[in-house]
């Protein structure tokens, strides 16, 4: 049955009017060429909004001849990626790999072209296992294939730890090591998709290790090949609203950017609201904010963070809706959650989609199977907790070679205490749904929500700002100061 609906059954108001793709003249017409072009002109101009024109452009064609030239899809996911990843390279790698090359007496040497190197090395690495994994069905790669990976990437890690190796051997091994990061997740959901009887080709799953649309993400959003094909259109009415779809998400995106900046020049520039490291910094040398600028510092803190994390989600998955997968959106609508598991669902969905494939559910199927509530509770705290704190310090890896593996371990103690209090929260909040609890859906209910689900997130912020600058201690202090408390 059709999902279209006359425009007259659409509602009124806004919903009514920003419904465009329940429009059945609408839809009919981005099926013609004219169509088309005016959604891809539109995409572009909105993508223009945080990148540069040479890349929106590069990625509305590429997703423009996926959506189009179906026949050649594999090849044309392949070839755009690899192009985005070689031509409009992000700095992040190379930052990584240029303190090693100088300590190895390698200052000289391109960290362009190392990244590069090890990049090809590791797709032809990737490529290698991905069949290994396919025609050995019972090795431990294919069987247990995320123990697999998080064990290659600790002896990497280990070998290319300073003492260990030196000169060129540990250079190109620590290169290696900073490319495997952020595809680790990718490559984990691809050595999972090999179990599938209707296999993906190799070049559709190396093609989304960090997709043409996905940005410098280390979360596969839109999860692995496997998924993203059953998303994908089958016929063009389904493409042309999955299309109309994308662009309405790319542009809401912008608009949520416009807040952001407005938001930003009012709090940092016009008010000279601090950031919450600096506020922590000033309580800890005697020259604390008043308790209005703090909370605001925090307040502002999580706005800004809340808003890029669904900025960044809307604009990858509107721009993979422009190829034709019908993929949820990554943040929907956060400030509606009624309990921390709805939060959790929310927030980030594709992270939530991670922890759970890799974390939640293969603890919930081994442990604790006499005991429903202790299962339920111990592979959610397993998910946000654990998973979450080991992918936060596997993203950051770079820091075990600046700070040393001990110390890049103490900086990570603030995020680890955020993720066991979290854990605990969304794990007890998972319970009680599984229960039967539901909060009351009146007004002062949802206020009631509202308030223990955000508070519940803003205290918390203190302690996941995302820097590495003051202990748990210090945090723990500052955030007793706010209520007045002191220790």
């Known amino acids: 049955m059709s999902r279209i609906k006359d425009a007259r059954s659409g509602g009124a108001g806004m919903r009514s009017a920003w419904a465009i793709d329940e429009r059945q003249v609408l839809v009919t017409w981005a099926q013609a060429w004219p169509g088309k072009l005016t959604l891809l002109t539109f995409a572009f101009l909105a993508l223009t909004m945080t990148l540069s024109w040479q890349e929106a452009l590069f990625i509305v064609a590429a997703m423009a001849f996926f959506a189009y030239w179906p026949q050649w899809r594999s090849l044309i996911l392949f070839a755009s990626t690899y192009i985005v990843a070689f031509i409009f390279p992000h700095g992040s790698i190379d930052d990584a790999i240029r303190g090693v090359a100088a300590h190895e007496g390698f200052a000289e040497v391109s960290t362009a072209a190392l990244s590069y190197l090890a990049l090809i090395g590791f797709s032809l690495i990737a490529w290698g296992l991905l069949a290994y ?36 051997p540990r250079l190109m091994l620590w290169s290696l090591l900073c490319v495997l990061t952020p595809y680790f997740w990718y490559l984990a959901y691809a050595l999972v998709d090999q179990r599938s009887k209707d296999q993906s080709s190799d070049l559709f799953q190396l093609g989304v290790f960090h997709p043409v649309w996905g940005g410098a993400s280390s979360i596969p959003i839109g999860k692995g090949a496997a998924f993203l094909r059953k998303m994908l259109a089958k016929n063009p009415e389904e493409m042309a609203i ?45 020259h604390a904010y008043s308790l209005g600028m703090q909370w605001a510092s925090l307040l502002w803190s999580v706005s800004s963070y809340s808003l890029r994390i669904a900025i960044s989600g809307h604009f990858i998955i509107g721009s993979a809706r422009l190829a034709g997968f019908r993929l949820p959106r990554a943040t929907w609508r956060p400030l509606e959650s009624r309990t921390l598991i709805e939060y959790f669902n929310r927030f980030h969905y594709y992270f939530k ?35 979450n704190a ?40 998972q319970v009680r749904a599984n229960a039967g609890y539901r909060p009351s859906l009146s007004i002062w ?10 508070g519940f997130v803003t205290l918390l912020h203190v302690f996941s700002d995302e820097t590495r600058n003051h202990t748990l201690l210090e945090r723990v202090q500052y955030l007793l100061s706010m209520f007045a408390i002191s220790m």
């Not at 770079?398 to 969304?426: K, N, P, R």
């Open 242 to 286: 999955t299309q109309i779809k994308g662009v309405k998400l790319l542009l809401w995106a912008d608009a949520l950017l416009a807040l952001k900046m407005l938001l930003k020049w009012f709090c940092e520039d016009y008010c000279h609201v601090p950031s919450v490291s600096d506020a922590i910094d000033a309580s800890i040398h005697g």
């Open 390 to 429: 080991l992918f936060h310090f596997m993203s950051e890896i770079d820091l075990v070679e600046s700070m040393g593996f001990q110390g890049a371990l103490e900086s990570f103690f603030s995020y680890a205490f955020y993720c066991l209090i979290l854990a605990t929260g969304i794990g007890i909040s």
């Open 353 to 387: 989609e991670l922890l759970v494939d890799f974390f939640f559910l293969p603890t919930f199927f081994r442990v604790f199977k006499k005991h429903p509530r202790l299962r339920l509770f111990f592979a959610t705290f397993m998910a946000a907790g654990v998973g």
């Open 445 to 454: 209910g949802r206020i009631q929500s509202f308030l223990v689900v955000w």
């Open 133 to 168: 994994a396919r025609h050995h069905k019972q090795s431990v790669l294919a069987q247990r294939p995320f123990l697999s990976m998080i064990t290659i990437e600790f002896v990497l890690c280990l070998l290319s730890y300073q003492g260990v190796l030196h000169g060129l």
